[in-house]
């Protein structure tokens, strides 16, 4: 049944909205400050590897959260899962003023972060089944682009904020109670997103009760159109992982840039990725979701490599990272999320979605818990050279895992999309139109 053109135009700006709420969740629960509060309760780098792999350990979840979703509906499933995942983040806006040992603050924490993953995954695989049947196929690129830009915006006002707040006032002995003070800020932006997906469209409301034959799982699994993209998130994720629960405790604890630095990289980070999204929702619409994640999986590869060049003195290199990954990571998220939805049937989408998240998290969560044991086995400084750490080892090794992943997107197929040699040309020539003065005519 075709959406009414007006509920979808409502739709979309609550969604819109919503995102944007969300990155004020996310600003206050998540990146620096989830380190920052790893930090403040004494977490090791091992333990801080594994808290980085909760959220992906726990898509293990995804074929439950599919059944749920198959059987409920996405929409009550996304609604009631999503508030879980942000309200289960009240306990630790007492954290702070609670008498615990460290020990036993450390293991709330840890529970908390748990409990919000396990939640987030049921939500996610319903609202991203929801968005699939809402967004019609020939403006998704758009769609997810024009919201990548609102909740970029969103996310870098809300990072340096907290980052600055948490910086001043923990220079003021109130690190503590700064950090439960932004919990109750993230909780707050929690309830007014739930609030604001309520208010989206159900475009099927009324839904037959079925019973799923769970050997759907293996008819995906065998799909030769999903089974190239299946090992490339499995192998991608894994890759990523080895360096990306890291780099925020690196600058903090090793480059000592403090958080609001921190929050500033964030910042550029996200600048770049609001100027090119644009491009790259039409790109996807245009040429093919393929060809973008093709060109962008290679690109980033080169990431983590240029985290071996910054030290507490010399920290410029951080800023071309940061064009780097604001210009490629916001191609590759339009381009994987939309050849998720070309690559899942309708009828059997949430347990397309499940199996591609669970290979994507599996992936993740078994490197980055073995990216926190090889850091704490590593020395902490190398006699090689004074400014190396045992995490530039996993940077390197992250890079080199990167590109192997990437060879796999060759092997990925999409019905109508071009060439990746012609989209690269495509892209080499209008960047360098952009970039080069023009002739002024005589």
Request: one cysteine or more; glycine letters at 8%; charged letters at 10%.
């Amino acid at each position: 049944m075709a959406s009414d053109p007006s509920a979808l135009r409502t739709s979309f700006r609550a969604s819109y909205a919503e995102g944007v709420v969300s990155e004020f969740f996310g600003a206050c629960a998540g990146g620096a400050i989830l380190i920052a509060w790893a930090l403040h309760l004494g977490a090791s780098p091992l333990a801080i590897g594994l808290i980085g792999a909760l959220p992906f350990a726990a898509q293990v979840l995804q074929l439950p959260g599919a059944w749920l979703t198959q059987a409920f509906g996405p929409k009550i499933v996304a609604v009631s899962a999503i508030a879980a995942s942000r309200l289960v983040w009240l306990p630790m806006i007492a954290l702070p003023f609670v008498p615990l040992s460290a020990g036993t603050a450390l293991h709330v924490f840890v529970a908390v972060v748990a409990l919000a993953a396990v939640f987030g995954v049921v939500g996610n695989n319903a609202w991203t089944a929801w968005m699939g049947e809402l967004v019609p196929s020939a403006i998704r690129g758009r769609f997810f682009s024009r919201r990548t830009v609102y909740i970029t915006i969103a996310g870098t006002v809300a990072s340096l904020a907290a980052g600055i707040a948490l910086d001043a006032l923990s220079a003021r002995g109130f690190k503590g109670p700064s950090l439960g003070a932004l919990a109750a800020v993230a909780c707050l932006a929690g309830v007014v997103s739930v609030y604001l997906l309520r208010y989206q469209h159900d475009p099927h409301p009324v839904r037959p009760r079925e019973r799923r034959d769970w050997r759907v799982l293996i008819v995906v699994m065998r799909a030769a159109p999903a089974r190239p993209f299946l090992w490339y998130l499995l192998a991608w994720n894994g890759a990523v992982a080895l360096s990306a629960s890291f780099f925020s405790f690196h600058m903090l604890s090793n480059l000592r840039t403090g958080f609001a630095i921190a929050a500033l990289h964030g910042v550029a980070v996200a600048a770049v990725r609001i100027i090119s999204a644009p491009f790259w929702g039409r790109a996807v619409d245009r040429f093919g979701a393929r060809p973008v994640l093709v060109l962008c999986s290679f690109g980033i590869a080169a990431v983590p490599a240029m985290w071996l060049l910054p030290t507490p003195a010399f920290l410029w290199p951080l800023a071309l990272e940061a064009v780097l990954s604001g210009t490629l990571w916001g191609g590759h998220g339009i381009a994987a999320m939309d050849l998720t939805f070309q690559l899942s049937p309708r009828a059997e989408r949430p347990f397309y979605l499940a199996v591609f998240a669970t290979a994507g998290g599996l992936g993740f969560a078994v490197a980055s818990m073995l990216a926190g044991l090889l850091a704490s086995q590593l020395p902490t400084r190398f006699d090689l050279a004074e400014t190396w750490t045992n995490l530039h080892v996993l940077f390197m090794l992250s890079a080199l895992a990167r590109l192997a992943a990437s060879i796999l997107t060759l092997r990925i197929q999409e019905a109508g999309a071009r060439d990746v040699r012609a989209f690269v040309g495509i892209v080499v020539r209008g960047a360098t139109a952009a970039l080069l003065p023009r002739r002024v005519a005589g």
